[in-house]
């Protein structure tokens, strides 16, 4: 089932639609859960109120598989500016100025909204539900696997497993390099990305450039955490319809116990 809330805020003066997914059994069974934190949290259950229109289905993967796991999705801001504002550590850097074309002015509100998340919604969510206050993930796909990624630099004895999809880190392409050069991940257990081939449909300039800034935030995680992945999805553009395939995976690489566990 899935429950909805607004809370607070505090550092963007707003309140902000969370909806926390609880197993099936929640209310029958006094078990803790793990606990899953995904952003763009309208796409993350259901159709109905996802933007463009298809979600990743987790609701309905989720009740299948009867998984074990509590997932919270964090509504983005309905302005797209805002979300990249949110998602982004720092203002658009060099890189993206040579991906996009033009300098881009957007970006540096990712650590309020990620403070926001760490001692805002994480203690509220862990005294509301049966949590395992101390397995924690975090999940995210484009800006949002670049702010997953930021959040397990800045808080990697919290967010200890992570799942970035297609991610647009060539937004703070140079910052996140350096984050996660000079960042302790030995505490990370495992760290998940993929990117597409065609992440950018026709555009093969941007594509290409798209492929190789996840390699390089790759070859440098894979340094820091012993248990780190990136696979390469021939083909997959930065879609929905290719991104919802992929649901299955987040909860086969973060929690393979409870996947076996349900089969």
């Not at 926390?20 to 763009?40: A, F, G, I, K, S």
């Not at 999940?139 to 992570?162: E, Q, W």
Request: glycine share 6%.
């Amino acid at each position: 089932m899935i429950e909805k809330f607004q809370i607070q805020m505090t550092s963007f003066f707003q309140d902000r639609i969370i909806r926390v997914y609880l197993p099936q059994d929640y209310n029958e069974v006094t078990d803790r859960y793990p606990v899953l934190y995904m952003h763009d949290g309208q796409n993350v259950f259901e159709d109905e109120a996802a933007f463009g229109g298809i979600s990743l289905g987790l609701k309905d993967y989720l009740d299948n598989e009867r998984l074990d796991v509590i997932v919270v999705g964090i509504d983005r801001h309905a302005s797209n500016e805002e979300r990249v504002n949110e998602y982004c550590p720092w203002k658009n850097g060099e890189y993206s100025k040579q991906l996009l074309g033009q300098v881009d002015p957007l970006g540096g509100k990712g650590k309020a909204y990620l403070e926001f998340i760490v001692h805002e919604l994480k203690p509220f969510i862990d005294s509301k539900y049966r949590t395992i206050s101390d397995d924690t993930s975090i999940a995210g796909i484009s800006l949002g696997g670049l702010i997953s990624t930021f959040a397990a630099c800045c808080y990697p004895h919290i967010f200890k497993r992570v799942f970035a999809m297609s991610s647009a880190f060539y937004r703070n392409q140079e910052e996140m390099e350096n984050l996660i050069r000079n960042s302790e991940l030995s505490s990370i257990d495992k760290f998940y990305l993929d990117c597409g081939t065609n992440e950018a449909g026709s555009n093969e300039m941007i594509s290409k450039e798209f492929l190789a800034s996840n390699k390089n935030i790759f070859d440098i995680l894979k340094t820091k955490i012993t248990n780190t992945q990136l696979e390469i999805l021939e083909e997959a553009e930065h879609k929905y319809i290719y991104f919802k395939k992929r649901a299955p995976d987040i909860f086969s690489f973060l929690y393979p116990n409870l996947v076996l566990k349900s089969q």
